[in-house]
């Protein structure tokens, strides 16, 4: 039998407006958004290396040159910091430019998820890739990727990741048909269906913002008819894919059950920046010292 490909690419989806945080994405990609002191887009780019996925292509659109430029040498402002014998903050700025090989290609149309991943099809080619949202920062300490990856390479065909979420909350999200399989935080997922009403779900596993994809995805959403939204829906490509493996399946889902900070709401964005801040060692004594006493003071006086 011959070995699978190693999976070695890494697909970041960043063309989105992020009209959630208006106005400060005005002029500033929602990716560039810091978390505590790393933009969000960093984050996602560490998992991915974490995985080990060192190729990554960024996938962009207008106004999103900073993305570019982050991950880029910035030659002035480390002369600056070499000439002022700051070497901790000359490795932070080094950190981002050294981590992956990076490429960027632009979706010229915002035609929705599915559109975005197929503009990957030149540079992926026909070896198995990964594709990582960037509202999702998974927990380094959850190795969620590198379990997919695993699964992938076990089973073939594409893995999803997936999330158990009240049943109300099941509206937001794609939701995932499941059959159990003999390994507990796996399974077969025999349909697919984008932010169903609550009556409808098939379940309350939902889809987050990770997936190991089969190349033969990018042949499904090259036919994939415009869906929800009137964008071209990665979700029904891989309902196809489910429904029918000669085109390239079958598909598992790797369920989730570790840390995960979502960006993509502002709410649960301040609340992503309050946990990791709380963990770190170098804010994290004196910064939850100082939130106790608000929160206390708050109670007390509401």
């Not at 290609?105 to 990582?132: I, M, N, S, T, W």
């Not at 169903?196 to 913002?209: F, K, L, R, T």
């Not at 598909?251 to 960006?263: A, P």
Request: glycine content about 10%; aromatic content about 6%; overall charge negative.
């Amino acid at each position: 039998m011959a070995s699978r490909p190693t999976i070695s690419k890494a697909v970041i989806p960043a063309a989105g407006l992020g009209t959630r945080f208006l106005p400060a994405t005005k002029a500033t990609p929602k990716e560039m958004l810091p978390v505590v002191d790393k933009p969000a887009i960093q984050y996602v780019v560490e998992e991915a290396v974490s995985a080990g996925l060192d190729d990554v292509l960024m996938i962009t659109g207008r106004n999103k040159r900073p993305l570019e430029d982050h991950f880029d040498r910035n030659y002035e402002l480390e002369s600056a910091l070499q000439k002022k014998g700051d070497a901790s903050r000359l490795a932070k700025v080094q950190e981002s430019s050294d981590l992956a090989t990076m490429h960027y290609v632009r979706q010229g149309d915002p035609k929705g998820l599915g559109h975005a991943v197929l503009c990957a099809a030149p540079h992926v080619g026909h070896e198995p890739f990964a594709v990582l949202l960037g509202d999702d920062l998974i927990d380094p300490r959850d190795p969620l990727l590198q379990r997919m990856i695993e699964v992938q390479e076990q089973h073939g065909g594409s893995v999803i990741a997936l999330m158990e979420v009240a049943p109300e909350q099941i509206h937001l999200y794609g939701c995932a048909a499941v059959e159990a399989t003999a390994e507990r935080d796996v399974v077969r997922i025999s349909g697919l269906v984008e932010k169903p009403d609550p009556a409808d779900a098939p379940s309350n596993y939902a889809i987050i913002g990770r997936y190991v994809l089969a190349p033969q995805i990018f042949g499904v959403l090259r036919e994939t008819e415009p869906g929800r939204g009137g964008e071209i829906q990665l979700t029904d490509a891989l309902q196809q894919l489910a429904t029918d493996e000669k085109l390239g399946g079958p598909v598992h889902g790797v369920v989730f059950r570790g840390r995960r900070y979502d960006t993509g709401d502002r709410g649960d964005y301040l609340r992503a920046i309050v946990r990791l801040a709380c963990e770190r060692e170098d804010l994290g004594p004196e910064f939850r010292t100082w939130l106790r006493g608000y929160v206390g003071q708050e109670l007390t006086e509401g």
